[in-house]
């Protein structure tokens, strides 16, 4: 079974920037396509960005597109998520997790498993 451990994160200023890691355990990573979410304090999990098995695709919502940036290594089972340019708005809990292997939206979280411990990013005005 595949674990994640996450790693990074931590408080930054407006306009900064951080990277958030998520290693796997296991030799079936690369079989995985892989996603990032991030829940607030009183809110729903929300989808940040998403990468194929390949690392050919990416996928963002509107609200973090154009400063955020997911990349994998599968030699080092470890995805990447790279923020620039961080609000305060994006302070929350993220969360790494493996897309489960069937047909489904990169966007939807009941599409995940396996997910990392979390790390918290603040950002502060």
């Known amino acids: 079974q595949v674990q994640l451990v996450q790693s990074g994160g931590g408080s930054v200023q407006a306009g900064g920037s951080l990277r958030l890691s998520c290693a796997a355990s296991?030799?079936?990573?690369?079989?995985?396509?892989v996603g990032w979410f991030r829940q607030a304090p009183g809110e729903e999990r929300r989808f940040v960005a998403a990468?194929?098995?390949?690392?050919?695709?990416?996928y963002y919502p509107d609200s973090v597109k154009g400063r955020f940036t997911i990349s994998r290594d599968n030699a080092r089972n470890t995805v990447y998520l790279e923020m620039n340019s961080l609000k305060p708005e994006d302070t929350a809990v993220y969360l790494c997790?493996?897309?489960?292997?069937?047909?489904?939206?990169?966007?939807?979280?009941?599409?995940?498993?396996?997910w990392g411990q979390g790390t918290q990013v603040t950002v502060s005005s």
């Open positions: 997790g493996l897309k489960k292997k069937r047909m489904g939206d990169y966007d939807v979280e009941v599409e995940y498993e396996h």
């Open positions: 990468i194929s098995k390949s690392g050919d695709n990416t």
């Open positions: 296991g030799r079936t990573f690369s079989t995985y396509a």
